[in-house]
């Protein structure tokens, strides 16, 4: 089955509120599709909010990511490295040595969060 496009539906912050309200954990859109079509509505499936464990391991991640300049740090050896014109001391392996324990513990912390064995 073919959906047309989009319908848009302009409310005041109130009503919008009040409908976020009585759909609950409900997607809006589906609460309001449940309401108009009545026994009609194709039944859709609840969002799920994630654990609160897995919330705090997201918001480490974010967090540590926010705290560090890795990303651009990466960025930086990235460019350099493709016109030629990095040289590896002492600081830069360092550095390196660092990013990388960063991604990893990124990488575990998401696994972990998503329920996944790392």
């Given amino acids: 089955m073919s959906r047309l496009a989009p319908f848009s539906l302009r409310l005041t912050i109130q009503e919008r509120q009040q409908l976020e309200a009585q759909a609950g954990s409900m997607p809006l859109g589906s609460y309001i599709k449940s ?14 909010k994630p654990p609160i464990a897995e919330q705090q391991l997201l918001a480490a991640v974010l967090a540590r990511l926010g705290q560090t300049r890795t990303a651009s740090n990466l960025n930086q050896i990235a460019k350099h490295l493709n016109q030629g014109t990095l040289s590896i001391d002492e600081e830069l392996e360092a550095d390196l040595n660092a990013a990388i324990a960063e991604v990893a513990w990124m990488r575990v912390t998401l696994m972990q969060a998503l329920g996944m064995k790392p």
């Avoid at 309401?35 to 799920?48: D, H, I, L, M, Q």
């Fill in 35 to 48: 309401v108009v079509f009545a026994s009609e509505a194709p039944t859709y499936r609840k969002r799920k």
